[in-house]
């Protein structure tokens, strides 16, 4: 397992790049690092580095980024679309987590709360 990395979450609500670039910062494996960066570069592409994570909180938004997703890597192949979901879905724990012991504005459910 590699190092966990302090996000820096000293404003009340995290913007997406601010996230990613802490996410990015905790994956130790060159490779990996890689792969989430593709994948996390795509995400704030379409939404914008300077959206706030909490927009990830509703259930539109969800399905907003759902559709992208498929969209984006829906031809490509399992291993890719295996790679990018794993990539999305490990920043948005690790984001989640961070943003909840610190105290800043994420909600109490994290990213994928209904």
């Known amino acids: 397992m590699g190092v966990v990395h302090k996000i820096d979450v000293e404003r009340s609500?995290?913007?997406l790049k601010d996230a990613i670039e802490g996410f990015l910062a905790g994956v130790s494996?060159?490779?990996?690092?890689?792969?989430?960066?593709?994948?996390?570069?795509a995400l704030t592409e379409r939404f914008g580095s300077y959206t706030?994570?909490?927009v990830f909180e509703r259930k539109a938004a969800v399905d907003r980024?759902?559709?992208?997703?498929?969209?984006?890597?829906?031809?490509?192949?399992?291993?890719?679309?295996?790679?990018?979901?794993?990539?999305?879905?490990?920043?948005?724990?690790?984001?989640?987590?961070?943003?909840?012991?610190?105290?800043?504005?994420?909600?109490?459910?994290g990213p994928g709360c209904r």
């Open 13 to 15: 609500v995290l913007a």
């Open 29 to 41: 494996n060159p490779n990996t690092a890689r792969g989430y960066a593709t994948a996390s570069r």
């Open 52 to 54: 706030p994570v909490t």
């Open 65 to 109: 980024v759902a559709a992208w997703f498929i969209e984006r890597w829906g031809s490509a192949s399992a291993a890719t679309v295996n790679a990018r979901l794993n990539a999305l879905s490990s920043a948005a724990n690790v984001v989640a987590a961070a943003v909840r012991v610190s105290g800043a504005v994420f909600g109490s459910s």
